[in-house]
């Protein structure tokens, strides 16, 4: 097993900014990829943003490329998405997901995940 702990969703005006973070304990010498899926009421959850742990390969989907950027902290296991210019869109159920295989480029279907977090809530309205 490989718990995710997620935190930094919330409340924000259109406009603002958070940060997320998702820390791996446990067997987090086998992660090769992280992720952040969102998730809003009625809809699938699809890729946000992911990250190559061991190089500096990221992807974004288009709704958010120019807000959004994922970054990883390897020491500490942590993956972080810093959101800026949020918009109501982007409300929805944020969680991240590890990867075990190794992979030449960021996956971003979600069954290719093998660890999820419990999600964390991000609501931007006025």
């Known amino acids: 097993q490989l718990p995710l702990v997620e935190s930094g969703g919330g409340l924000v005006q259109p406009g603002g900014s958070l940060r997320l973070s998702c820390t791996a304990s446990?067997?987090?010498?086998?992660?090769?990829?992280m992720g952040w899926f969102r998730q809003a009421p009625g809809k699938e959850r699809d890729i946000v943003a992911g990250?190559?742990?061991?190089?500096?390969?990221?992807y974004y989907t288009d709704s958010v490329k120019g807000r959004f950027t994922i970054s990883r902290d390897n020491v500490n296991n942590t993956v972080y998405l810093q959101m800026s210019s949020l918009k109501p869109e982007d409300t929805a159920v944020y969680y991240c997901?590890?990867?075990?295989?190794?992979?030449?480029?960021?996956?971003?279907?979600?069954?290719?995940?093998?660890?999820w977090g419990q999600g964390t809530q991000v609501t931007v309205s006025s």
């Open positions: 997901a590890a990867d075990r295989t190794l992979r030449p480029t960021v996956p971003v279907a979600s069954r290719d995940y093998d660890y």
């Open positions: 990250i190559i742990w061991s190089g500096s390969r990221t």
């Open positions: 446990g067997r987090a010498f086998s992660i090769r990829a």
